[in-house]
């Protein structure tokens, strides 16, 4: 059977390639930077979460798993859930993102640490054309600031995330992660470096590649839909971020262990 | 004292920042990427190389310190020892690089992943301006094959690397690294991963940042130039490059567990 190839900048990557998921990631990326989606420091930042999904073993572990199960029953008990979007996200994972969102009635908010009028509205399109029927963040009429920052992203939309119980942050910075928490929300995060102050800020951080991730978060709300708001309490409960965060660091340090022959 | 503080795109680093040193040499890949010097895909490489970093916790180890010195008195005793310098090298420390290839006597030769006669300049000029006499690698008469590649990086000089007994390598591809092992050269790695193809296959692997290593290797090759060539010898033969990348990896598990709290 005919295998499809996928051509990068100057290069073809096989469908044999060993590492063929994470450089067709990768080519999302420098596609969304070309798009004019994804700044500079984004693609630094994909980078590092590329290493660290590397040592992750490129698979959805179980202290993933956990933190996803915990995460939906979070967005399905929430009253104003919202999903903050940056530009490496809309780049990653648009189609997924929009999906979640039905499944989980949150808004999504468009958030950028390199504010950019332009990037914005690439990332709105982007989302849009996924079947986004409104993208909060953008007018400057609902404009608003969260208190404890002072770079540009202190500025949310009065009608999303300031207003909202529970903030899905994909990919934020340590300073967002903790000035969110500061307002009261419920921070739920994506982030591939369980060491992170995001990680460790956040009140659930799903230590996956946001690719895999967010798809199964949707899932895990689908799953969940019949349950009452008991059972989701006590799922949310049963849930420790600290010790689930030390599980993925056991996970990464395995994975060394093993692929460097220490075990 | 007055300390000065760094612009990036649209934030200041103060000096004070506890992240201040990898922040600096982030700006230096971002002002390499905007003046043409690193493509799209060096920001990726970049980001995945601070990961590891903060994962050997931004330090030089010991791992390291024995493989620069085996390095120092492998470029000693070399006949014919090339530095390649990519767009990342030279926008990372083409002073370093420079000031290394004059200690050791080593010639400097531009190689290019993604190939671009401009960014090939633009190297070029990098070098020269920090006092490089001579750059190879530009001229297509003096263009030869490495065997056993099929990416236009398989393009040497044939009055450099393809000459060479020695390579030092910065930043380099795993299939490159091992066609240049095939063809009987001697491959020193700067590489920050050590279970990455490149640092497994090379001869030496400084698993380092290569703006703390290029000069303490400088530094290591004067400080042993007075010794004979037995000793040089004994040095070289008492590195085992497998059990130095297996301390590495130790040292990587040792700082997540410890950062982790788990120790």
Redesign the interface.
């Known amino acids: 059977m005919w295998e499809p190839e996928f051509l990068?900048?100057?290069?073809v990557i096989p469908r044999s390639h060993p590492r063929v998921e994470s450089l067709l990631i990768?080519k999302k990326?420098?596609d969304g930077?070309?798009s004019g989606l994804v700044?500079?420091?984004g693609?630094?930042?994909?980078?590092?979460?590329?290493?660290?999904d590397?040592?992750l073993g490129e698979k959805t572990g179980r202290p993933a798993r956990r933190a996803i199960r915990a995460a939906a029953a979070t967005l399905t008990l929430a009253e104003f859930p919202v999903i903050s979007v940056n530009g490496n996200a809309a780049a990653l994972c648009a189609a997924e993102l929009v999906s979640l969102s039905m499944q989980a009635g949150a808004k999504l908010e468009v958030n950028l640490f390199?504010?950019s009028k332009k990037r914005e509205q690439a990332i709105v399109r982007t989302l849009r054309k996924c079947g986004a029927q409104k993208v909060l963040g953008t007018s400057p009429a609902s404009s608003a600031r969260l208190q404890g920052m002072d770079?540009?992203r202190r500025m949310v939309d009065r009608d999303g995330i300031l207003a909202a119980d529970v903030v899905v942050v994909p990919l934020e910075d340590g300073d967002r992660t903790a000035a969110l928490k500061s307002a009261g929300k419920t921070v739920i995060a994506f982030d591939l470096?369980?060491?992170s102050r995001t990680a460790q800020t956040a009140h659930i951080t799903i230590v996956d590649n946001i690719t895999r991730a967010a798809g199964l978060l949707a899932a895990d709300i689908q799953k969940i839909a019949g349950k009452n708001a008991k059972v989701l309490h006590q799922i949310v409960s049963e849930f420790d971020n600290r010790s689930n965060?030390?599980d993925s660091?056991?996970q990464?340090?395995g994975n060394?262990?093993r692929?460097?022959?220490?075990a």
Do not use: K, M
């Not at 990068?8 to 290069?11: K, M």
């Not at 930042?45 to 590329?50: D, F, S």
């Open positions: 990068t900048t100057r290069h990768r990326l420098v930077f070309d700044a500079r420091e693609l630094l930042a994909q980078g590092r979460g590329e290493a660290f590397y040592l390199y504010a770079s540009a470096n369980p060491l965060l030390a660091i056991a990464i340090r060394l262990a692929r460097g022959g220490l």
